[in-house]
């Protein structure tokens, strides 16, 4: 009998005992391609930022460079974004420890949405503004400015105090909700008692604006908050 021939059966037992945990690593191990980690953070993003369908939070991912190709981890790739980041543009850092350790950085841009109301057509100063005039549209929040319209009806009827052009946004700021000389109903409400009169604006004033308002009954200047188009309510 060879004096190897003892040791072959633990031979065989080892090489089959280091080939499965050579297959068991290999399993366990995935690769990810350029594509695949650019989805990711973005999924991880939404979850962090808890962002939904209905959200008015968009992610814009810059997407990874193809040519660097599929990247291979032991374990999920890790995700995180600097503490003391700028809530608008960042970076996400996307790392693995095993079987090779790399890291990776991918820009990020959240931007704020918010409904607005535009002009689809060039309006001149005074002209009354109408339903087939105005959209909705999404802009960022960071352009927006002044006194938003969230709603179309809001505003029909009302006047232009400036020129606007095809496509702005279109602020109540833009506008006279009731105009000098116009014919406006006073709404009263007062104990429980709710009762309307007519009257005679004697200045332009937008949604919250106080104004005078002169009642053709009684001839009385009142002070009224503008609460609608050729509305206003008595301010006790």
């Known amino acids: 009998m060879n004096k190897y021939d003892k040791f072959y059966p633990v031979f065989v037992i080892l090489l089959f005992f280091l080939s499965n945990l050579s297959l068991a690593a290999q399993a366990d191990t995935r690769q990810y391609s350029p594509e695949q980690l650019t989805d ?36 999920a790739p890790e995700f995180s974004q600097p503490q003391n980041s700028n809530s608008r543009q960042f970076t996400v850092n996307i790392s693995c420890s095993q079987p090779g350790s790399w890291q990776l950085y ?27 005039m105005l959209q909705k549209e999404a802009k960022e929040r960071r352009f927006v400015r002044g006194n938003l319209v969230s709603d179309p009806r809001q505003i029909v009827g009302a006047r232009s105090k400036r020129s606007l052009s095809n496509g702005q946004l279109i602020t109540m700021q833009d506008l006279c909700l009731v105009c000098r000389g116009d014919v406006v ?33 009684s001839g009385r200047k009142i002070q009224t ?8 309510r ?3």
């Open 185 to 217: 109903t006073i709404l009263v409400d007062n104990s429980g008692l709710s009762v309307s009169a007519s009257g005679i604006a004697e200045q332009d004033g937008t949604l919250g604006d106080t104004i005078t308002v002169q009642n053709q009954q």
């Open 106 to 132: 991918l820009p990020v841009k959240v931007t704020e949405m918010v409904e607005t109301v535009t002009v689809r057509q060039n309006i001149a100063t005074g002209t009354v503004i109408t339903a087939d």
């Open 225 to 232: 908050e503008v609460v609608a188009v050729n509305q206003v």
């Open 40 to 75: 990711m953070t973005e999924i991880w993003l939404k979850q962090e930022l808890n962002i939904t369908l209905d959200s008015n939070i968009k992610i814009e991912v810059v997407p990874l460079d193809s040519r660097i190709g599929d990247k291979i981890c032991t374990e």
């Open 234 to 236: 008595v301010k006790f």
